[in-house]
């Protein structure tokens, strides 16, 4: 996660920059969250506010290690969640298909 922060903080001003960088990630990540949340009360028939919230999740969970750790947990003690998010970033199900089986 993060290879190339990583790499920046190999010198002192690298190692500034990639913390910047982090928590202006945590920070957009929460505020992207936390303003999702009224905007799926208030437009209840127009998903407004679950996209914002993916969102601001994926973010955070780019910048926070811990927050990484927490998401991912909670994707990986929900299956059905967790093969819809691996089929949205182009990964296949862990299942073989009709099609994949070989012909006799």
Known sequence: MNETLNNMSRNPIG???ATVLRMIGVALGLALMFLALP???VTPF???GLPLFIFGAILLAGSSK???RIITGFL???PAIWNRVKRVFGEKDDRPDEEDKPQP
């Open 15 to 17: 190692s500034v920059i």
């Open 39 to 41: 905007l799926a009360i």
């Open 46 to 48: 127009v998903p407004v």
């Open 66 to 68: 811990t927050a990484h």
């Open 76 to 78: 990986k003690r929900h």
